[in-house]
């Protein structure tokens, strides 16, 4: 067995106080993405999206956030993965940004909802064309015996579509997490760390400081 106990670091960057936060959790996140923005950190809009069913318990995967607002907040995918099929048994998801460079996280819970076709094309008209293409190449999550059949596929479809532009594949769309719980996390020293959730209250929010 690999011992990792002496694996460590001491977090040090400033903390963060109930007098720091936003009355809003929607603008804390903006504020704090807008702070990872300033930075050269890479796919800040990465995020782990936890689904889970009673036949397969919890399952994770990294995948990118493309808007969010008071709304909600959006990613796309093939509607047949194996995501989007744990969204349609159980609603309920788990999102995280884990913005180790800074050493903050922002976990969010919610309901996870499909968005419109209308919605899903306004976006898909905005991919780069290979990423549109991608999107008619991939049955997500199905078994493949070999990346050949990848290949091929973008080849057919480079011809089929070689003349006009790519449209909205059926199998493809978005979902929107509507949040009912926010967790801001701030590293701090001697592993007290600085942790807010924020729960419905009201037309508002309820803010409380939770142990490390």
């Given at each position: 067995m690999k011992d990792?106990?002496?694996l460590r670091r001491e977090y040090e960057h400033d903390g963060l106080s109930r007098e720091d936060l936003s009355?809003?959790?929607?603008?804390q996140f903006a504020d704090w993405f807008e702070a990872i923005g300033k930075t050269e950190i890479a796919d800040a809009n990465a995020m782990v999206l936890a689904t889970s069913t009673?036949?397969?318990?919890?399952t994770q995967?990294?995948?990118?956030?493309?808007y969010f607002g008071v709304e909600g907040f959006v990613f796309f995918t093939n509607l047949g993965s194996r995501k989007a099929q744990h969204i349609q048994a159980q609603s309920r998801v788990s999102l995280l940004f884990p913005w180790r460079e800074m050493e903050r996280q922002v976990e969010i819970n919610g309901a996870a909802t499909r968005i419109s076709s209308a919605e899903a094309l306004k976006y898909f008209s905005r991919r780069p064309r290979n990423s549109q293409l991608g999107a008619w190449v991939s049955h997500q999550s199905t078994v493949?015996?070999?990346?050949?059949?990848?290949?091929?596929?973008?080849?057919?479809m480079l011809h089929r579509f070689a003349d006009s532009a790519v449209p909205l594949p059926k199998f493809w769309g978005g979902f929107r997490v509507v949040p009912d719980r926010f967790e801001f996390w701030?590293?701090?020293?001697?592993r007290l760390h600085d942790r807010f959730q924020?729960?419905?209250?009201?037309?508002g929010w309820s803010i409380s400081r939770l142990s490390p």
């Open positions: 990792l106990a002496d009355p809003s959790p929607f603008e009673p036949d397969t318990g919890p995967r990294t995948v990118l956030l493309k493949i015996s070999s990346r050949a059949i990848l290949e091929n596929k973008l080849v057919e701030q590293g701090q020293p001697s924020y729960l419905p209250d009201g037309d």
